[in-house]
């Protein structure tokens, strides 16, 4: 499909062991989005074959990445005032386009400190589901360069963090002594338009793959590969509908790349790696990635109305840093609240308490949990025994009658947020 090779699902049916597979867009949940469908087994005519790759070379964007690196040199050789960016293509434009764009919204006077903020200025895609974009507030995005500073990287794969790749550029032009560099892949077509091949390549992180073919993938093959490999680190903060196995099986893929680096006496390393993601889905990732740990911080998003930091007192965010790291290197602001618990070794919310019994700091949201003797774990703290269940619950769940499958494990009888494998520990 448009958005390169789809991926192979499987529909099942409850109770039924064996389902029909099926290929379907890597990235797009919604039909509307992509409506690419083939059955394994079915035979594909040579004329649909040619009407697939019709459709799909009719769906690439009208510029290239070089045409718009291009364009780019002569918009900022513009003076301010003719410096215009289209809103309804997302587009900047060059004085002879003006014409064909002139029923079209647009910003004027557009300076260098916008073209250096891309993220400010492209509107956030918010209506599909996987390709949904939550900015980082400055707070975070500023933790996160901070702390990839203090621990000495020099390099930072940026996979879905337009906004942190941005904030690394930005500084990396403005102070001298700064020294970390960054390469950003998104399926974010739009930023071919502000940063030029060494800078940006388009890239699917469900399907591994690279728009811009063999020299795309070259120009992230190289990035790693300086230094011996030495001094980078990955951060990805991928759409959170988006399907864990798909996205680990991507990012093994590029540490799989890292690794061939001829790296002497190392060769046992994993390519560092913070994977933003909401703590629900610690398992699920865990599963993929035994090394990871999921880190206290809270994560706080701009244009999140749930995941923000409020004028007045804080809201909860769901999202934490998973990492491959050591976690008591991960160090936490200790003005937020966080602390360092020295049994466990690394830094959690002030809210978690460490529980003696299961000799853990339990807390998964940062609020404090209480330890169910009957389940021999800690809880949260809203949740009760039930004895029906055999499981702690909220008060009113509906005893097993959920008959569909738990969004995080799968299996019947429970939703998401009572799912035995999420508080594993
Ligand atoms: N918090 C980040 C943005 C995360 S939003 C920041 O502020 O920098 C998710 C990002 O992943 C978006 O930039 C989006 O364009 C990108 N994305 C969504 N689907 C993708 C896919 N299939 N492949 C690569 N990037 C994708
Ligand atoms: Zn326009
Ligand atoms: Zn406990
Ligand atoms: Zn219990
Ligand atoms: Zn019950």
């Known amino acids: 499909c448009p958005l390169g090779p789809a991926l192979l699902f499987v529909k099942t049916s409850q109770g039924k062991e064996e389902g029909r597979r099926f290929y379907a867009c890597s990235a797009c949940r ?22 697939r790759e019709e459709y799909n070379r009719n769906h690439q964007p009208s510029f290239t990445h070089g045409q718009n690196v291009e364009r780019y040199k002569n918009f900022v050789l513009l003076p301010l005032s003719k410096r215009r960016f289209c809103q309804e293509c997302q587009q900047l434009l060059l004085p002879a386009e003006w ?51 203090d621990l000495g990287f020099r390099r930072v794969l940026s996979v ?78 991928p759409p959170f509908g988006g399907l864990v196995e798909a ?15 001829e790296k002497e006496g190392q060769n046992n390393q994993e390519m560092p ?43 909860q965010s769901p999202v934490r840093i998973f990492t491959n790291l050591t976690p008591s290197m991960i160090v936490l602001p200790v003005e937020e609240g966080y602390r360092f618990c020295a049994i466990c070794q690394r830094y959690v919310s ?10 853990s700091c339990t807390s998964k949201d940062g609020r404090r949990w209480k330890h169910c003797v009957l389940c021999k774990k800690c809880v949260k703290p809203s949740w009760f025994h039930c004895n029906n269940c055999n499981c702690c619950a909220l008060q009113n769940h509906a005893c097993e009658k959920t008959d569909a499958g738990c969004f995080v494990c ?3 009888g429970h939703k998401r947020s009572t799912c035995p494998s999420l508080s594993h520990t």
């Open 30 to 51: 919604d039909r509307k989005d992509c409506n690419f469908f083939q059955w394994e087994d079915e035979k594909v005519s040579e004329t649909r074959l040619a009407a």
């Open 99 to 149: 014409e064909k764009h002139s029923d079209h919204q647009f910003l004027c006077d557009i300076s260098t400190a916008q073209l250096k903020s891309p993220s400010q200025l492209l509107y956030p895609l918010e209506n599909k589901k996987t390709n949904a974009q939550y900015l980082f507030a400055d707070r975070s995005c500023q933790f996160l360069l901070d702390l990839i500073i």
């Open 160 to 237: 879905g963090t337009p906004r942190l790749h941005e904030m690394i550029q930005s500084k990396a032009s403005q102070e001298e002594d700064f020294r970390v560099r960054s390469l950003l892949l998104d399926i974010d077509f739009r930023y071919s338009q502000f940063y030029t091949e060494d800078e940006f390549c388009h890239y699917n992180m469900f399907n591994h793959y690279f728009f811009g073919g063999e020299a795309a993938r070259e120009t992230c093959r190289k990035f790693l590969y300086q230094d011996n490999g030495e001094g980078v680190i990955m951060v990805t903060d």
């Open 247 to 261: 996205l680990a099986s991507s990012f093994k893929k590029l540490m799989a790349m890292w690794k061939e680096t």
């Open 273 to 315: 790696m913070f994977w933003v993601f909401p703590y629900f889905f610690e398992s699920r990732i865990l599963e993929f990635f035994p090394s990871f740990s999921m880190m206290d911080y809270q994560v706080d998003y701009d244009n999140h109305a749930l995941y923000k930091h409020g004028k007045t007192g804080r809201r």
């Open 350 to 359: 002030s809210g978690n308490q460490h529980c003696e019994i299961c000799d």
């Open 410 to 412: 799968g299996k019947a």
